[in-house]
């Protein structure tokens, strides 16, 4: 009994000494860098302060303007740069002198004391990130598209020592189901630079739309990127259609406008060409490309089309290599994603030029002849010095000598690549689809289906455990999708990637042991209020402490609680909507009759989270029988 005892309470020690309490963040920066100190003294950003370069480096002087401009805005005063201190100036040093060469291309110290803030990596790519980090110890304000009245821009004393654990942080859109301005796709690429993703997936060809400019195939935007009408709600629910023409595509001007704006910002932009199928805007513009020869119409609903390239037709590969050509000049990724999805193979079954190739290559399907369509499309692509990446449909029927996989559909595809010793990017349905519901679907916007929350999102890990390390090493990192059916405007994208996307950051960025949801969460109130102060749609959910339905029978006491501890909730009891002159919330209340309670919470003066609705009936006890 004795010894059982002891071992009871040994094994309590070991318990509590095992299970080591996770260190908090000590400054609210997202994704959560590798180590975080605070330092003495603190430093003032103001007039008087220089931003010093290495000498003969235009990027790292870009890099100091980046933030200058920035600065200028929000405070008015426009800091200089220059190579040299100036004698007793209170200086930010943008240097590769002195770097850790172990913090690799994108990691940086950052460095705060009271006369000197110290930015510095082995290269601009981690300057460039130690640049965002900084603007996330400064006040939120510093976010602002316009002068704020914040008088002093202090910096605490910090040292940051940081890298990002993946090379491959992306996320993706869709801009063929719907599209968005320019303007809106570079404010995109901002919320990727503020959150060190450095991978713009941008998926620019589809059924519904044909979406960049190619000069030697003008009617793929003349005809391919306009469609007839769009559906109206759900493809499962509804047969109505709007009966609108809908459409338009980038210039190649304004594709190199994007590719540039992503590039000062250390970002890749690698442009998705969809084959052999989600294709039918093309086959609708030259619908010789198909096997049965048309005529097609640019779809005006969702889902998978049976129509897509012939592959027994030599003038479908010279057409996509002279597109492929055009594509490559606009994007100097070295990687270039070829689709390969949901490709049905109904018209190559029954199509004679397809069976003749089937025939002619000896291939045993028409798996078999996807994977020669594809592993053709690569030789083009390596011949060119460029590397191939496909949604996982590319394994089936053998994967291409030396492509790159998506996970999509689960990890399964990403954990066969691996094993086949090629590079994986993991982006599994069930946490990466920033397109799914995060809610209860009856309090949101109508979107696809399924359910992903920023904590799914976050507690997603991209190495599977079926891989061994060596097998790991396949794993480039992670991505989140954002396909855009039922998402038809800017504010929409935002609602739906924000805040999921912080979330992703965190897991593509952050060493995987130092994740935490709870300090995420708190230092995710602190992201909101700088997202509020771009201007962004972000979801919120809803106020808790109540249910939607409450019965009682004497009285019930209402707490509520809001997402943010810098936010206040209003509310109303006569069934109006709440604003900011109705009842601040201070403390819990009682309620005793039949109510409709809305409520609403707000930071500063908008209120991002949707208004809750509750109501209070009261039961009278019955006689019992
Ligand atoms: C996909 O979601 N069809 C890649
Ligand atoms: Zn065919």
């Known amino acids: 009994m004795k010894n059982l005892l002891l071992t009871l309470l040994l094994g309590g020690i070991f318990v509590i000494s095992g299970c080591k309490t996770k260190e908090k963040s000590v400054f609210s920066i997202i994704p959560r860098p590798l180590e975080m100190k605070k330092e003495t003294g603190k430093f003032v950003i103001d007039g008087n302060t220089v931003i010093v370069v290495d000498k003969n480096s235009p990027e790292i002087k870009n890099i100091a303007d980046y933030f200058s ?18 004698d007793g100036a209170k200086v930010i040093i943008l240097t590769k002198k002195g770097a ?22 082995e290269d601009e790519t981690g300057l460039f990130w130690a ?34 654990r993946f090379k491959w942080r992306g996320m993706h859109l869709d801009v063929c189901r719907h599209m968005f301005p320019v303007e809106f796709i570079k404010k995109y690429i901002d919320y990727l630079a503020m959150h060190k993703l450095n991978i713009f ?25 306009y469609r007839d009408s769009t559906l109206v709600g759900h493809a499962n629910k509804s047969d109505k259609y ?32 969809e084959m052999p199928g989600h294709s039918v805007a093309a086959l609708t513009a030259y619908p010789e490309l198909s096997c049965t020869g048309g005529p097609f119409h640019v779809r005006t609903t969702w889902g998978i089309s049976k129509d897509i390239y ?27 994603h070829i689709g390969g999805d949901e490709a049905p193979k109904d018209r190559w079954e029954k199509c004679s030029k397809c069976q003749k190739r089937i025939k002619d290559e000896s291939l045993e399907d028409e798996h078999e002849l996807q994977s020669y369509f594809i592993t053709r499309i690569e030789k083009f692509l390596n011949s060119n010095g460029r590397h191939m990446i496909g949604w996982d449909e590319i394994l089936e029927g053998g994967l291409a000598p030396n492509a790159a996989v998506m996970s999509w559909r689960g990890i399964k595809g990403g954990i066969a690549a691996a094993r086949q010793n090629h590079e994986v990017v993991m982006t599994p349905s069930d946490y990466c689809y920033f397109n799914d519901y995060q809610n209860d679907p009856d309090v949101e916007p109508l979107a696809i289906g399924g359910f992903i929350t920023t904590e799914m999102v976050y507690n997603y890990e991209p190495i599977p455990d079926e891989l061994n390390d060596e097998q790991a090493k396949y794993i480039l990192g992670a991505q989140g999708n954002v396909w855009t059916e039922y998402i038809y405007t800017p504010e929409d ?11 992703l950051a965190e897991v593509v960025w952050t060493n995987k042991e130092l994740k935490d949801f709870d300090d995420f969460s708190k230092r995710l109130s602190k992201q909101y209020l700088r997202l509020e102060q771009i201007g962004s749609t972000f979801f919120v959910s809803g106020i808790k402490g109540v249910d939607k339905r409450n019965v009682f029978i004497d009285k019930k006491i209402v707490k509520l609680t809001g997402n943010f501890s810098e936010s206040k909730i209003y509310y109303t009891l006569d069934g109006s909507e709440p604003d900011i002159n109705s009842i601040l919330y201070a403390a819990p209340f009682e309620i005793s009759g039949p109510v409709v ?9 908008k209120s991002p989270g949707r208004m809750l609705i509750a109501t209070f009936d009261k039961e009278t006890p019955k006689q019992g029988v």
């Open 69 to 86: 401009d920035q600065f200028n805005i929000v405070s008015g005063v426009r800091l200089s740069v220059k190579e040299d201190a100036p």
């Open 100 to 121: 850790d060469p172990k913090l690799g291309k994108e990691g940086y110290e950052l460095i705060v004391h009271n006369d000197l803030i110290k930015l510095r990596a």
């Open 493 to 503: 994208v935002e609602y739906m990637t924000l805040p999921r996307m912080c979330a």
């Open 242 to 273: 709007d009966g609108k023409r809908y459409g338009g595509f980038y210039t190649q001007d304004e594709v190199r406008e994007i590719v540039k704006y992503a590039a000062d910002r250390y970002i890749t932009v690698v442009p998705e060409i």
């Open 597 to 605: 309670l809305k409520a609403k919470e707000y930071i500063n003066r």
């Open 201 to 225: 997936h941008w998926h620019l060809t589809e059924d519904q739309g044909w979406r960049i400019e190619i000069k030697k195939y003008p009617k793929l935007t003349s005809i391919g990127a």
């Open 310 to 336: 012939c592959a027994g037709n030599d003038s479908v590969f010279a057409f996509l290599e002279d597109v492929l050509t055009e594509v490559m000049e606009l994007f100097p990724s070295k990687v270039i």
């Open 131 to 164: 640049v965002q980090s900084l603007f996330q110890l400064l006040p939120v304000q510093i976010y602002a598209k316009e002068e704020t009245t914040i008088k002093e821009w202090v910096v605490a004393g910090a040292y940051i020592k940081d890298k990002p």
